[in-house]
């Protein structure tokens, strides 16, 4: 695949709890839906759409890094300074993370 697409939507929809190996809690959009189950899933570029920085964007981009072949454009939620910072921080600790494609990169568009 050459690009994919991901726009990330803010809800405020509480999420259907459920009992886990782990306990009570809430399933993960990839224990519910398996994305990307098939090994050889590739895509030369990625684009993170509203990007907030959030635990489950964060680590669904992490993930990523093994998937994007050439270069990862995270595009941001908001322009506020103080997001922005936080949306920064999250970018670099992903640019530092070990494994993925060694020609893979993180750009903040």
């Known amino acids: 695949m050459e690009e994919l697409e991901i726009v990330f939507e803010k809800s405020n929809t509480p999420r259907e709890e459920v009992e886990t190996s782990a306990g009570r809690g809430q399933k993960k959009f990839w224990e519910e839906?398996?994305?990307f189950s098939d090994v050889y899933f590739s895509a030369?570029?990625?684009w993170l759409f509203n990007f907030s920085g959030s635990k489950e964007e964060f680590i669904l981009a992490?993930?990523?890094r093994w998937i994007?072949?050439?270069t990862m454009i995270i595009k941001p939620l908001s322009v506020s300074q103080s997001?922005?910072?936080e949306i920064e921080g999250a970018v670099a600790i992903l640019k530092e993370l070990p494994g993925g494609h060694s020609e893979l990169d993180i750009i903040m568009a």
């Open 33 to 35: 839906t398996k994305p």
């Open 44 to 46: 030369d570029n990625v």
């Open 62 to 64: 992490s993930r990523f």
């Open 68 to 70: 994007v072949m050439e």
């Open 83 to 85: 997001n922005k910072l």
